[in-house]
C-alpha cells in the first residue's frame, strides 16, 4: 500500500513539474510574454513558471540583456533603458548580482552600482536592485527594483516571481540603532547607481 501512493506522489509531482515547465503553466495567469506591468515605461513579462526559458535578450549595441522573462532581464533591461547603464560582468545569476565580500556602500565593480548589505546605514531609494539569496526551489536566487519607498515599506516590481506570483510585492522597512532591515529572510541587500 505505501509503495502505491509513493508510486502516486511521485507520479503526481512529474505531472505537476512537466506542467510548470511549459510555455503555459496548469496556473496560469497569462500568456508567456505577455505585458504585466511597467515602470517607467519598461515593461514585466509573464514567463509562467520560474525554470522556463525561451532566449536570450540583446541589444542592438550586442549587449547581453539576459534570458527573457527572467528577473534578470528585467532588471538588466530596465537599468539599460531608463539609465543607460550597461553591467561590466553583464552575466550570473540573480545572487550573483551581490557581492558578500564587500562592506556596506561599497562600490560593486561587476555591476558598477554602489551595494548596500542587509541591514545597511543607507535606507533604500526607489530605482536600486533587490537581491535575494537562492533557496531549495530556487537555487539562482532573485532580483527585483525598488518602485515605491513609504516610512515602515519599500514596494518591488518584479518579473518572473512565479506563476501565481504578483509582480508588486511589499517588504517591510524597520529602522534599528541607525540601521535599516528589510524583514525578508533571504535578501541580502540592495545595489544603487551612482
Not at 515593461?43 to 513558471?49: H, L, P, R
Not at 525561451?54 to 541589444?59: S, Y
Not at 514596494?155 to 525578508?184: C, F
Amino acid at each position: 500500500m505505501k509503495k502505491k501512493w509513493l508510486l502516486l506522489a511521485v507520479l503526481l509531482i512529474a505531472v505537476v513539474s512537466l506542467g510548470l515547465r511549459q510555455t503555459t503553466t496548469l496556473f496560469a495567469k497569462h500568456e508567456v510574454g505577455t505585458a504585466i506591468d511597467s515602470l517607467n515605461g519598461v515593461k514585466v513579462y509573464y514567463n509562467g513558471s520560474v525554470s522556463h526559458v525561451k532566449d536570450r535578450n540583446v541589444a542592438p549595441d550586442g549587449y547581453n540583456i539576459g534570458l527573457r522573462w527572467q528577473c534578470v532581464e528585467f532588471v538588466k533591461r530596465y537599468y539599460y533603458e531608463f539609465y543607460h547603464h550597461k553591467m561590466p560582468d553583464s552575466y550570473g545569476h540573480a545572487k550573483d548580482f551581490f557581492d558578500e565580500s564587500l562592506a556596506d556602500g561599497a562600490y560593486n565593480k561587476k555591476r558598477n552600482l554602489n551595494q548596500y548589505t542587509n541591514p545597511s546605514s543607507s535606507r533604500p531609494q526607489v530605482g536600486d536592485l533587490i537581491v535575494f539569496n537562492g533557496h531549495p526551489l530556487n537555487f539562482y536566487g532573485h532580483v527585483a527594483i525598488v518602485s515605491k519607498v513609504a516610512d515602515k515599506e519599500i514596494e518591488i516590481i518584479q518579473q518572473n516571481p512565479g506563476p501565481m506570483a504578483p509582480s508588486r510585492e511589499k517588504i517591510p522597512v524597520e529602522n534599528k540603532d541607525g540601521k535599516y532591515h528589510l524583514n525578508y529572510s533571504l535578501l541580502l541587500g540592495w545595489l544603487r547607481k551612482k
